[in-house]
T-cell receptor
Framework: DSGVTQTPKHLITATGQRVTLRCSPR?????VYWYQQSLDQGLQFLIQ???????AKGNILERFSAQQFPDLHSELNLSSLELGDSALYFC?????????????FGSGTRLTVV | AQKVTQAQTEISVVEKEDVTLDCVYE???????LFWYKQPPSGELVFLIR??????QNEISGRYSWNFQKSTSSFNFTITASQVVDSAVYFC??????????????FGTGTKLQVIP
């Protein structure tokens, strides 16, 4: 158990729908990162939050949004879902704001859009 | 531009053989960090090692060793006496600071290692 908790583990939904993925970082970690892993795109960085504030943005679509709450858990909202959004979504956490010390990853949420 | 290349898509070895996973990177920065992560069939990503650009000492951890060579921009990973439990996808990653003041982490496409009993 890495200490990073992601729920749900699996999600199947229809095109056009909206889903929310949840992540609780490892105890003491202030940064949360979201990654998307798909077969054709590999691991793509979406967004980072540090202590409640957005810190860095990657290849995140406008249909996607995220936030980090005062208790440091984070949610990734995916809306107007398309078949191509089917992927494994990982959350990772780190102690500080820097990504230079490596991440601790959660076990991921597998999203299937049908 | 920042780039990580793992040219080996899949490797199969017989148990107890040694295997080296290659990682070549591109960066314009003098300060950067390199990582290896393991993704077993269960799916989670496990941190293995971090190396900064100023430390070219090779590292050994049990059956795992890493060879960092700045001259060839490579950070290769060797597993000695491979075991079935080593079967996984291994990712190399590069972190460098971008113009916005935050770190950009780029992952390679991964090498799938299959260890055959």
């Amino acid at each position: 158990d890495s200490g990073v908790t992601q729920t749900p583990k699996h999600l199947i939904t229809a095109t056009g729908q909206r889903v929310t993925l949840r992540c609780s970082p490892r105890s003491g970690d202030l940064s949360v990162y979201w990654y998307q892993q798909s077969l054709d795109q590999g691991l793509q960085f979406l967004i980072q939050y540090y202590n409640g504030e957005e810190r860095a943005k990657g290849n995140i679509l406008e249909r996607f949004s995220a936030q980090q709450f005062p208790d440091l858990h984070s949610e990734l909202n995916l809306s107007s879902l398309e078949l191509g959004d089917s992927a494994l979504y990982f959350c990772a956490s780190s102690r500080g704001a820097s990504a230079n010390y490596g991440y601790t990853f959660g076990s991921g949420t597998r999203l299937t859009v049908v | 531009a920042q780039k990580v290349t793992q040219a080996q898509t899949e490797i199969s070895v017989v148990e107890k053989e040694d295997v080296t996973l290659d990682c070549v990177y591109e960066t314009r920065d003098t300060t950067y960090y390199l990582f290896w992560y393991k993704q077993p069939p269960s799916g989670e990503l496990v941190f293995l090692i971090r190396r900064n650009s100023f430390d070219e000492q090779n590292e050994i951890s049990g059956r795992y060793s890493w060879n960092f060579q700045k001259s060839t921009s490579s950070f290769n990973f060797t597993i000695t006496a491979s075991q079935v439990v080593d079967s996984a996808v291994y990712f190399c990653a590069l972190s460098e600071e971008n113009s916005g003041g935050y770190q950009k982490v780029t992952f390679g496409t991964g090498t799938k290692l299959q260890v055959i009993p």
